[in-house]
């Protein structure tokens, strides 16, 4: 059903804009305004007003009050009469009704909720005045250390210490209050950024008010005089640039000031009964792993820094660098299952993405059943032949996982004399985005050909995050890649010529309707990359797949 058919059109429009702008935010409420939209959608009621929406489900208070402002709002504007409440409509009636010597009971008014102010110089009013720093207008946000910067002054508490020795809480976690009441968003990988909601400027400015009232408290004035700058650039010689590419001063890790670690996936498990069985068996070869639930991989390399606090100051969080090794671990019967499933091609793709250059794939060669083995002893063996001619990866085949351990340990050993008699050039957090962290490093590449440049663990883990990394393009590719046959290299080429799902849909739907069609439906990705050589190439009978899913033939 199109919007304009509903039987509140004008509140639905209101709904899908709030609803809108919640997923350009990435914010919490976009539930709450889905379920809405939802329902406001699928009534076939026409309502008089907002306050009898919640009858329906997703409809509360605060929201129904929300469509009330907006309601009369728009009534000021275009000369129309306000609806009337429904509990006046029915306090009416009742006095209609009742006799001429009844004394009816006047009708209550509708408690409105009260406007939330934060307590002042809790760790809440302290985000919120940092952020009220910005220009309302601006859309860059601030990022978590330059608004602890500016918050601090405002606040009693610390941002960075718990106060209670036995507790891990600071002042930064009122911003999850803050994001829960909708008056901050986030937004941004890897580094997050900050800013205020419409409804978070209204308090804002509410505090401002109340201070400016308050003139005369001497604690106030000295809040607004504690106001800290921005946190300084490091000042060392800034790496030169193509014009669509940001200018930065490396971060230089002196040797000395780092030791080399590998980290290693909590799941990586012998058995459900023997979980501890690799940490402990990797201690015995002299290398105690740190443990971790890895976004990437089963285990990686990362440089610990010996002062936890070099990096934060000089612009990258945390105290590690990722390292440019990650390994993928696969026992025979689960390389089946991921090839079966599509896992394999997905995880590959994953790992091309990271830009990690050199990537391990240690194939354990468990005892099977002959039988099922040899179903799938030819899909296994062109799946490692792929993996090192193609992708380039190196291959690795152990005959069980005692011999991976002694691996692991031979390969830490390798890395730290390697790595910790060297320095390490460290990109900035804060110049890096989802985008443009691919075309930086083969910019760096290409243009100082000698030099490493490695990027925080906290960055690398959000570049690599399934969850936080799903950018449309990535939905795109992902639902590309679950027809059979569609690999990552050909989800790509398919995603260089239709950039969207909605341009790929429409690509189809030119061909027309009806019998005559099909033909045409199927030829449409073919037309396009029938000519391709290698990899890369779609075949008639895959091209016609394709159609079949995305133009409903």
């Known amino acids: 059903m199109d919007d304009s058919d509903c039987a509140n059109p004008q509140l639905l429009a209101w709904v899908k804009e709030w609803l809108d702008v919640a997923r350009e935010r990435n914010s919490k409420g976009i539930t709450t305004y889905k379920h809405a939209y939802d329902s406001l959608k699928a009534c076939p009621i026409t309502f008089q007003h907002p306050a009898e929406l919640q009858q329906l489900k997703g409809f509360g208070p605060k929201l129904c009050e929300r469509l009330q402002d907006k309601l009369k709002k728009h009534c000021q504007?275009?000369?129309?009469?306000?609806?009337?409440?429904?509990?006046?409509?029915?306090?009416?009636?009742?006095?209609?009704?009742?006799?001429?010597?009844?004394?009816?009971?006047?009708?209550?008014?509708?408690?409105?909720?009260?406007?939330?102010?934060?307590?002042?110089?809790?760790?809440?009013?302290?985000?919120?005045?940092?952020?009220?720093?910005?220009?309302?207008?601006?859309?860059?946000?601030?990022?978590?250390?330059?608004?602890?910067?500016?918050?601090?002054?405002?606040?009693?508490?610390?941002?960075?210490?718990?106060?209670?020795?036995?507790r891990f809480y600071t002042a930064w976690n009122s911003m999850k209050t803050l994001l829960q009441k909708e008056l901050v968003y986030e937004r941004g990988r890897p580094l997050r950024r900050y800013a205020l909601t419409d409804e978070g400027w209204a308090v804002a400015n509410r505090i401002k008010d109340t201070n400016e009232s308050q003139a005369g408290n001497k604690e106030n004035e000295q809040v607004t005089q504690r106001a800290a700058p921005l946190p300084q650039q490091s000042t060392s010689a800034a790496i030169t640039r193509s014009p669509s590419l940001p200018t930065f001063a490396p971060i230089r890790l002196p040797p000395g000031s780092f030791s080399v670690h590998l980290l290693l996936d909590v799941r990586e498990v012998r058995a459900k009964t023997d979980r501890?069985?690799?940490?402990?068996?990797?201690?015995?070869?002299?290398?105690?792993?740190?443990?971790?639930?890895?976004?990437?991989?089963?285990?990686?390399?990362?440089?610990?820094?010996?002062?936890?606090?070099?990096?934060?100051?000089?612009?990258?969080?945390?105290?590690?660098?990722?390292?440019?090794?990650?390994?993928?671990?696969?026992?025979?019967?689960?390389?089946?299952?991921?090839?079966?499933?599509?896992?394999?091609?997905?995880?590959?793709?994953r790992l091309k993405r990271s830009e990690v250059k050199k990537v391990i794939y240690i194939i354990e060669d468990i005892a099977m059943d002959p039988a099922s083995y040899q179903r799938y002893e030819e899909a296994v063996e062109s799946a490692i032949a792929s993996t090192q001619v193609v992708n380039r990866y190196f291959v690795k085949r152990t005959t069980k996982m005692d011999e991976t351990i002694k691996y692991l340990a031979r390969m830490t050993a390798m890395l730290k004399r390697s790595y910790e008699k060297n320095h390490l050039n460290v990109i900035p957090t804060k110049v890096l985005t989802a985008q443009?962290?691919?075309?930086?490093?083969?910019?760096?590449?290409?243009?100082?050909?000698?030099?490493?440049?490695?990027?925080?663990?906290?960055?690398?883990?959000?570049?690599?995050?399934?969850?936080?990394?799903?950018?449309?393009?990535?939905?795109?590719?992902?639902?590309?890649?679950?027809?059979?046959?569609?690999?990552?290299?050909?989800?790509?080429?398919?995603?260089?010529?239709?950039?969207?799902?909605?341009?790929?849909?429409?690509?189809?739907?030119?061909?027309?309707?009806?019998?005559?069609?099909?033909?045409?439906?199927?030829?449409?990705?073919?037309?396009?990359?029938?000519?391709?050589?290698?990899?890369?190439?779609?075949?008639?009978?895959?091209?016609?797949?394709?159609?079949?899913?995305?133009?409903?033939?």
């Open 77 to 166: 504007e275009n000369g129309l009469p306000m609806p009337e409440h429904p509990q006046a409509r029915k306090a009416a009636r009742r006095g209609a009704d009742g006799d001429a010597d009844s004394d009816p009971k006047p009708a209550k008014k509708p408690r409105k909720p009260k406007a939330y102010v934060p307590a002042f110089r809790s760790g809440a009013y302290a985000l919120i005045m940092g952020l009220s720093s910005l220009d309302q207008n601006a859309d860059t946000g601030m990022t978590k250390a330059e608004l602890i910067e500016l918050a601090q002054p405002h606040c009693d508490a610390s941002f960075t210490a718990p106060s209670d020795p036995t």
């Open 276 to 349: 501890d069985y690799m940490q402990e068996e990797l201690a015995k070869q002299g290398v105690k792993p740190i443990m971790r639930s890895l976004e990437l991989g089963d285990a990686q390399w990362i440089a610990k820094c010996h002062d936890p606090t070099f990096l934060p100051r000089h612009g990258a969080e945390g105290d590690e660098l990722v390292l440019d090794w990650i390994v993928e671990r696969k026992r025979l019967d689960d390389l089946i299952g991921s090839i079966k499933d599509g896992r394999f091609h997905e995880q590959k793709f």
């Open 436 to 553: 443009n962290y691919s075309p930086l490093l083969a910019h760096l590449s290409k243009t100082h050909p000698g030099e490493s440049y490695y990027i925080s663990y906290p960055a690398f883990a959000s570049l690599a995050s399934k969850s936080e990394s799903m950018t449309l393009r990535d939905l795109f590719l992902k639902m590309l890649m679950s027809t059979k046959g569609v690999t990552g290299e050909r989800a790509l080429e398919i995603q260089k010529r239709w950039k969207t799902p909605y341009d790929f849909v429409k690509a189809f739907e030119a061909c027309g309707s009806g019998e005559p069609s099909k033909k045409r439906k199927g030829n449409v990705v073919f037309n396009q990359m029938g000519q391709l050589v290698g990899r890369k190439r779609i075949t008639k009978p895959l091209s016609q797949k394709i159609a079949e899913v995305w133009g409903d033939i």
